[in-house]
């Protein structure tokens, strides 16, 4: 009864007695370990070229980073040098003015005029543009209101202008002062 109970695949006495079968191609332990060793010198090598790898890049990044650094300083530095330049023909002009012994007022007048026009030339390269905002409606992004005055026209309306405003690629760098029509009614 107990032979039933027993396991079919489990060892017999019999099994225990009969021969093991060859194990495949046993490697001698000296040359296993020969082997492990050339394994772990070749993954060593290749390791310490990925690290060396790893570091030329940092370097790279960090010169890169460095020149990055170096040119936004040297661009902020000579970032006024165009119009710097620009500039120095005005200067040169009012010098000039100044140093006329026998000017008329006319003379000085029509030479004033043409500095102006350079001037004017200047600010159109650098995109620098007027703001005259006569009859416009009143915008407190561009426009400073220095005070607010009766008048037929419409409420809240450039009536005149006291200093005209500048805007740098259409941003204000000075506001134009103002002065508004005052509601009727106030």
Same mark, same amino acid.
């Given at each position: 009864?107990? %032979?039933q109970?027993?396991?079919?695949?489990? +060892?017999t $006495?019999? %099994?225990?007695?009969? $021969?093991?079968?060859e194990?495949? *191609?046993?490697? +001698? $332990?000296?040359?296993?370990?020969?082997?492990?060793? *050339?394994?772990?010198?070749?993954?060593? &090598? @290749? &390791?310490?070229?990925?690290?060396?790898?790893?570091?030329?890049?940092?370097?790279e990044?960090?010169?890169v980073r @460095?020149?990055? /650094?170096?040119?936004?300083?040297?661009?902020?530095?000579?970032?006024? *040098?165009?119009?710097?330049?620009e500039?120095?023909?005005?200067?040169d002009? =009012?010098?000039?003015?100044?140093a006329t012994e026998?000017?008329?007022?006319?003379?000085?007048?029509?030479?004033? *005029?043409?500095?102006l026009k /350079? =001037?004017a030339?200047?600010?159109?390269? /650098?995109?620098? #543009?007027?703001? %005259? $905002?006569?009859?416009?409606?009143? %915008? +407190?992004? #561009?426009?400073?209101?220095?005070?607010?005055?009766?008048?037929? @026209?419409?409420?809240?309306?450039?009536?005149?202008?006291? /200093?005209?405003?500048?805007?740098?690629n259409d941003?204000?760098? #000075?506001?134009?002062?103002?002065?508004?029509?005052?509601?009727?009614?106030?």
């Amino acid at each position: 009864m107990q %032979d039933q109970k027993r396991d079919p695949n489990a +060892p017999t $006495p019999e %099994d225990a007695a009969a $021969p093991m079968p060859e194990a495949a *191609e046993e490697v +001698p $332990p000296s040359s296993a370990t020969a082997n492990l060793e *050339e394994a772990l010198r070749q993954a060593e &090598a @290749k &390791a310490q070229e990925h690290h060396e790898a790893w570091l030329r890049a940092a370097a790279e990044a960090e010169n890169v980073r @460095k020149r990055a /650094q170096e040119d936004v300083a040297r661009a902020h530095k000579f970032a006024l *040098e165009k119009f710097a330049t620009e500039l120095l023909a005005v200067k040169d002009s =009012l010098e000039a003015a100044l140093a006329t012994e026998n000017a008329t007022v006319e003379n000085l007048k029509s030479g004033v *005029e043409l500095t102006l026009k /350079q =001037l004017a030339t200047v600010f159109e390269r /650098q995109q620098i #543009r007027e703001i %005259d $905002p006569a009859g416009q409606k009143f %915008d +407190p992004h #561009r426009h400073e209101a220095i005070s607010m005055l009766p008048s037929e @026209k419409e409420p809240n309306t450039v009536i005149n202008v006291l /200093q005209k405003g500048y805007t740098l690629n259409d941003r204000v760098i #000075r506001p134009a002062l103002v002065t508004v029509a005052k509601p009727k009614d106030a």
